[in-house]
């Protein structure tokens, strides 16, 4: 069955059940944060599956997505101005521990790795159902108040992820996020989100999610002393019989609506030339070449 039917068939769209306790409580009166953080691809050398154009993630060296490490310093920042604890949330394979232990070895506080066969070949929508679930299977132990999460990945580059948790898990969204105001009232968060065309101001209860631009903090740098004392830190495992047996539909290559056609690291091209002649020459011949490779408009 097609997850639009799947996604139909309640029209309060309940497959992915809210939390129905989600509400603001704090962790030992302080904030509780969540942080959603993936590991992608170090270069564009890397895998594909030529049936499924499904990124084999075990090809080539990882590492942290880098729009995530805003995300990381976002949490970190919250935590030392209003105290609190800082979790983190990635899907993928086991492999993927790693990034969990470089956000410990930043200050990250408890780490979830959700990872199953099952999930794999998730398209943006299917992802974001498995990490709701995920999610939902945390706030059994502890509600978040915040959920952050980075920009876009480097990878699948859809800038998706925050919206569509929020979605599934019904509660508010802010993206582009350029600045964390003030917490008011332990009970909401007034923010800044750059809409492109003007800068709004928004305050929103919690819990929230929110997606943080580049820039809103220059992230930290992982440290030795915290990578010492990290070392012993417990990482938790989910898979998909931890998650609601009611959404296995939604999960995985076969609950994803999209698929890929084709993907295919970028030409490289090491091709060097050496112009010589005078600075009206070699300026006239440039500009032919640009005009030529489409670099610039019309007009221009």
């Known amino acids: ?72 310093e976002t949490a970190f920042q919250l935590k030392e101005e209003y105290g609190g604890k800082v979790s983190v949330l990635t899907m993928g394979p086991p492999a993927a521990e790693a990034v969990i232990r470089e956000a410990y070895m930043m200050g990250a506080d408890e780490g979830w790795l959700l990872s199953d066969r099952v999930f794999a070949g998730s398209d943006v929508l299917a992802t974001s159902a498995a990490l709701s679930g995920g999610i939902q299977a945390m706030e059994n132990r502890s509600p978040f108040d915040l959920i952050i999460c980075g920009k876009q990945t480097t990878d699948g580059d859809t800038g998706q992820i925050a919206s569509e948790c929020s979605e599934f898990l019904q509660i508010p969204c802010i993206t582009n996020v350029v600045s964390i105001d003030s917490i008011i009232h332990d009970d909401s968060i007034s923010l800044s989100s750059d809409l492109g065309h003007r800068i709004e101001k928004v305050k929103v209860p919690f819990p929230a999610m929110i997606a943080v631009e580049k820039g809103i903090y220059q992230p930290r740098l992982p440290s030795y002393i915290l990578k010492k004392k990290s070392a012993g830190y417990q990482i938790n495992w989910l898979n998909q019989e931890d998650l609601d047996k009611t959404n296995a539909a939604l999960y995985g290559l076969e609950g994803s609506p999209t698929q890929v056609v084709r993907i295919f690291p970028p030409d490289s091209n090491t091709e060097q030339e050496i112009w010589k002649g005078t600075a009206e020459e070699l300026s006239s011949r440039l500009f032919s070449l640009l005009e030529d490779e489409k670099f610039l408009q019309e007009g221009i």
Do not use: A, C, H, W
């Open 1 to 72: 069955m097609k997850f639009q039917e799947i996604f139909n068939q309640s029209s309060n769209r309940n497959l992915v059940r809210p939390i129905d306790n989600l509400i603001f409580t704090p962790y030992n009166n302080l904030m509780n944060i969540l942080v959603l953080i993936k590991q992608v691809p170090m270069s564009s050398d890397i895998g594909v599956d030529e049936e499924t154009g499904v990124i084999k993630r075990d090809s080539g060296d990882s590492k942290m997505n880098p729009y995530d490490l805003y995300g990381l």
